[in-house]
């Protein structure tokens, strides 16, 4: 057996996602006992008050410190998670990487391509390693769609549908937070859900030839909160102010295979909770995910093509890193799962020195896609990717 090292690692940013981060890094060597890497939390950051002190007691750092700075100056810190709200991204993810620290950065890395673009250029520049938070490409089941896709089971693909509905935002008095502003929150739904809505498309089908979109506010104002918010609040009666960003965006996606895919968001769907997923029809099949049944894939393939039967498949453990988690097909996982598979990809890229899941460079790429998506829907033209 590779003799296993320790590896100090950091979180900034102790909201919901930081938690989540700290708890990946805990609970690794459950998961894959033979890691070559084992993260230790040496320290957690955060500006709001009492809430690095309470992170780093709940799980076990060993410094709390107020200002993110701190982090990059501990000499015992290797790694660095970051999950700060979308505008602090590309400042806090270059300054990791210059101080010599491999990085695990929430998507969608800032706030444009550009910023994407720079965070990418430090990791080269420092020969540090990467990984973004990408979460639902690690989905055992999506793992086992994309082989599906790959090896021709539903035939060439013609045309698919991607879907992330929410209606985390669709209470008229939801809090003017961070994530409607323009400046801090950049462009809404897009880096929100369509981050991830892009990443899936490419992931599963390939590259993007063109697209055409429109996006649109539903909820033009909010009210203005009386303090600091966590989460989704509401601020019922306080002064209305302006929704900077979109709730709602739509895209026709040509692929460079020639196929189709529609890829919708929306974070203002009443009745919908967490929708995501994606349908992808082949000339001989079609296999479809749902989110809210992670390990579940419907799936028809066959040489009938006219009432082919659609087939209920529950993943298990060939599939993807099912069988880290659970012994037999149909037991479920969940969204914490999925962020430790993305911790272990992410220490075995530093281990390795090779990139395993998805990096920044990933990143720029779903990028350029919602800045085309931007585009698009205010000129109402097509928008190349192509090059």
Known sequence: MTEQR??????????????????AYTRLRQHYPDSLLLPRLVAVADDVPGRAAEGARQYGAQKAYGDWREVLADPDVDAVS???????????????????????????????????QAVAAAATAADRQTAVGFNYRNA??????????????????????????????????GALSWRYSREHGG???????????????????????ALVA????????????????????????GEPGPVENEDYAGALLRMSSGARCVLEASRVSVGEQNSYGFEIHGTAGVVRWDYRRMGELELACGDRYQDEPVSSVFVGP???????????AANPMGYDDLKVIEAHRFLTSIATGEPVGATVHDAVYMARVLDA?????ATGAWVSLAG
């Open 6 to 23: 320790s590896l100090g690692v950091a979180v900034i940013g102790m909201g919901w996602m930081g938690a989540v981060h700290s708890r």
């Open 82 to 116: 970051v999950t700060v709200p979308n505008f602090l991204h590309a400042e806090i993810g270059t300054a990791v990487l210059a101080a010599g620290k491999h990085l695990w950065i929430e998507k969608p890395v800032g706030l444009s391509a550009a910023d994407a």
């Open 140 to 173: 055992p089941a999506v793992q086992a769609a994309r082989e599906i896709v790959a090896d021709g089971r539903i035939g060439a693909p013609t045309h698919a549908r991607i879907r992330l509905f929410s209606d985390y935002a669709a209470h008229p008095d």
């Open 187 to 209: 462009n809404g739904v897009l880096g929100d859900l369509a981050s991830h809505g892009a990443d899936l498309v490419r992931f599963v089908l390939g590259d993007i030839a």
């Open 214 to 237: 429109d996006t649109a506010t539903f909820i033009p104002q909010r009210p203005v909160p009386a303090g600091a918010t966590s989460g989704h609040q509401l601020a019922a009666g």
């Open 318 to 328: 060939g599939a993807g890193e099912y069988a880290h988690f659970q012994p037999g």
């Open 373 to 377: 998506i931007t585009e698009s829907a």
